[in-house]
């Protein structure tokens, strides 16, 4: 089954402990996002990767990183983490090596930093 | 202004009326749009996506693109309650680095009544 796959679903933290969300596409897509989910603002993009050689900012990376070392892959880290990134993140892929395809969306995490 | 926007509503549509969303944005020069489905906790699915003006089918769901007045809607025919939910409308945006930019507007909850 073609997929998008988070983890962990849900996760209550606390400020400044390391976290990362893995996300992982069975589709060998080249386009891979992450975005959060906040009441009234919509869903804003962190990060995005092209390929495996191309990453770059979305409109709201501050505080988080990412990687794509292998097409399948591309996890998002929170090297220290603050209450304003409670949220709720998906990760989504697309043929292409660009947003103009449609997104496959994982199921989500539900991210809570106390 | 926003890049893409929408009416939050709620709208409330008549069991087996047609539900009638709207969606505006700011870049004359997007040329890929979508509308995603998303249920309260879960995660966007993609009912359709457009690229050229006109209108484009698929079964129950119309979507029409007018790009000279920078509009894409939906129309949803013969509602059933399992159509309530918030849609998202999301436009691909040329950014002023001349990279790709997917943005979603904020969402309409669409409720329809049995």
């Known amino acids: 089954e073609a997929q998008v796959t988070q983890n962990p679903r849900y996760l209550i933290t606390v400020t400044g402990k390391k976290l990362t969300v893995t996300c992982s596409q069975n589709m060998n897509h080249e386009y891979m996002s992450w975005y959060r989910q906040d009441p009234g603002l919509g869903l804003r993009q962190i990060y995005y990767s092209m390929n495996v050689e191309v990453t770059d900012k979305g409109d709201v990376p501050e505080g988080y990183k990412v990687s794509r070392k292998e097409k399948r892959n591309f996890p998002l880290i929170l090297e220290s983490p603050s209450p304003n990134q409670t949220s709720l993140y998906f990760c989504a892929s697309s043929s292409g090596q660009s947003s103009n395809q449609p997104q496959h969306f994982g199921d989500g995490t539900r991210l809570s930093i106390l | 202004q926003k890049e893409v926007e929408q009416n939050s509503g709620p709208l409330s549509v008549p069991e087996g009326a047609i539900a009638s969303l709207n969606c505006t944005y700011s870049d004359r020069g997007s040329q890929s749009f979508f509308w995603y489905r998303q249920y309260s906790g879960k995660s966007p699915e993609l009912i359709m996506f457009?690229?050229?003006?006109g209108d484009k089918e698929d079964g129950r769901f119309t979507a029409q693109l007018n790009k000279a007045s920078q509009y894409v809607s939906l129309l949803i025919r013969d509602s059933q309650p399992s159509d309530s939910a918030t849609y998202l409308c999301?436009?691909?945006?040329?950014?002023?680095?001349?990279?790709?930019?997917?943005?979603f507007g904020t969402g309409t909850r669409l409720t329809i009544i049995p």
């Open positions: 999301a436009v691909n945006i040329l950014t002023n680095f001349g990279n790709e930019k997917l943005t």
């Open positions: 457009i690229y050229s003006n």
